[in-house]
């Protein structure tokens, strides 16, 4: 079998070859003595035209074919009478693998909404759109390992399952068993009072799923410089927001001997590769984002490949923003002023219209900080600030966040108590800055934001292949 991908782009050279091609028919249009099916096998966006003379053999079974049914065609490849393609396959024998009844099939019509195929998650690859969102998702994930591993980070991996909330937001999964007494499944055992008692489950303490996995890189950046995980992260975040999903990939590398400037030069490196990348691997599916699906694309991508990312620090951030208010050419619904954590709308608003390119803000405020970011000596900021940054991008927002990591044992205590945390979970994470403490810096890259950037698409439920948010019913 040879893919659909690689007869059109072999074109006029292999006219006269024969070959075999299977797939699904796209659409299909039957004569008397002719039929014409635009075969697609999801190995690129285009489909190619096959044609089925009525003397050929599986031309009587083929009446009965209609969209979505999968075939093997065996054939010769010509040239195409039409304008748009340089050939097309002339049949010999057609064989239909399995049927699909345009009365019960979901697809069967064509121009079906993105969100009417949310439910049909198992179907839906199939069409044009989310096809090519999984193909600029594969070629995204291959410009990650490709940069990370051309600068000498090495991939880590780093468990899903975990007792410690590295954001310290809450937002976590708990992880339970379903224990077997005497062949019954109980939910989780309880005390005589009826509490949970961690003691006789699984862990012997609480388990969560872990909402990153920085902790956990950073123990392996203290042993081989510079590394990167690449994984699933989960969020019980009860956001209906077409930017968050409860479980996404997130890509985090972690560079040691590297301060907050290096972060953000790495950061611009990395997007910009993907960006590239993902122009010259996957140019055909770019080009039919751009003309049906999202405007302006093309311009955006290269905006972000040609310049160079603007770099503000959060005060300066919110000066600005402050300005635009006084100017009266703009107004938020939330409020501005030191000390906020910046909106989305705020976000927006830097690096859409003031500088209509990727921007990042780093020295945010410290009491809005994750306790793992390193204390800035900051005298000019009203209050102490930390050294984290976020990669702000037109129409995604947030793309990225990291920070450089407190370093020092005796501040990284300070802070945890602070932050109201226990050090006892986090004696792992001491231990590093006891024992050959170095400075060292990382951040966390939305996958899924990533996919969204480079795709043009709205809704972040579009670009992984089995969505979780919050009420969604799972399979
Ligand atoms: O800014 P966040 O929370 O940073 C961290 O987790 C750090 N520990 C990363 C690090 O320094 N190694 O998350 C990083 C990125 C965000 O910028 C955003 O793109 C994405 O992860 N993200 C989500 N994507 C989809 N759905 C959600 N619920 C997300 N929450 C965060
Ligand atoms: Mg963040």
């Known amino acids: ?113 993105l969100e009417t195929m949310w439910p049909l998650a198992h179907l839906r690859v199939r069409t044009k759109v989310v096809g090519a969102a999984a193909r600029v998702r594969n070629v995204l994930a291959m410009a990650t390992h490709e940069f990370f591993q051309g600068i ?49 489950d699984f862990f012997s303490k609480p388990a969560m799923l872990t909402v990153s996995g920085q902790l956990n890189v950073e ?31 997130m890509i985090e590398p972690e560079l040691a001997f590297a301060d907050i400037h290096d972060n953000m030069a790495c950061a611009e490196d990395y997007l910009k590769h993907c960006v590239s990348t993902v122009m010259a691997k996957c140019s055909e599916e770019i080009n039919v984002f751009d003309q049906y699906v999202a405007p302006g694309l093309i311009d955006r991508l290269y905006n972000i490949v040609e310049s160079d990312f603007t770099r503000i620090t959060y005060t300066e951030a919110i000066r600005v923003l402050e300005a635009a208010i006084a100017a009266g050419d703009v107004s938020f619904e939330k409020k501005v002023e030191w000390g906020i954590d910046l909106a989305s709308e705020h976000e927006r608003y830097l690096c859409e219209q003031v500088y209509n390119m990727p921007t990042i803000v780093y020295n945010y405020p410290k009491d809005i900080k994750a306790f793992y970011m390193r204390l800035n000596d900051d005298p000019e900021a009203p209050a102490p600030t930390v050294a984290a940054m976020d990669v702000l991008c037109p129409l995604v927002g947030e793309l990225m966040g990291g920070s450089q990591r407190e370093e020092r044992y005796d501040v990284l ?54 969505p979780r948010y919050p009420g969604e019913a799972l399979f």
């Open 219 to 249: 123990t392996y950046c203290a042993g081989l410089s510079s590394v990167y995980t690449f994984g699933p992260t989960f969020r019980a975040e009860n956001s209906h927001t077409s930017r968050h999903l409860a479980e996404f990939w």
């Open 152 to 200: 000498g980070c090495q991939y880590v991996h780093t468990p899903l399952i975990t007792a410690s909330d590295c954001e310290g937001a809450g937002e976590m999964f708990r992880v339970t068993t379903l224990l077997k007494e005497d062949g019954l499944v109980s939910e989780i055992p309880a005390t005589d009072d009826g509490h949970v008692d961690y003691a006789q």
């Open 413 to 466: 205590v300070e802070r945890l108590k602070e932050d109201n945390m226990p050090l006892e979970p986090y004696w792992w994470y001491l231990d590093l800055r006891k024992f050959g403490s170095v400075v060292h810096s990382g951040f966390g890259v939305g996958f899924e934001r990533l996919v969204l950037l480079c795709t043009g698409l709205g809704n972040i439920r579009d670009v992984i292949p089995f």
């Open 1 to 113: 079998r040879t893919s659909v991908r690689h007869v059109l782009s072999a074109g006029l050279k292999w006219s006269g070859a024969p070959v075999t091609v299977a797939g699904w028919v796209r659409t299909i249009r039957k004569q008397t003595t002719m039929a014409f099916v635009e075969l697609v096998d999801g190995s690129t966006i285009k489909g190619l035209q096959v044609i089925v003379e009525e003397d050929k053999i599986g031309f009587a079974e083929l009446q009965a074919a209609a969209t979505g049914a999968s075939l093997k065609v065996v054939g010769t490849i010509v040239e195409s009478p039409g304008k748009n393609q340089a050939v097309e396959i002339k049949a010999t024998t057609v064989e239909i693998l399995g049927e699909c009844s345009p009365d019960e099939y979901p697809l069967a019509k064509s121009r079906i909404k």
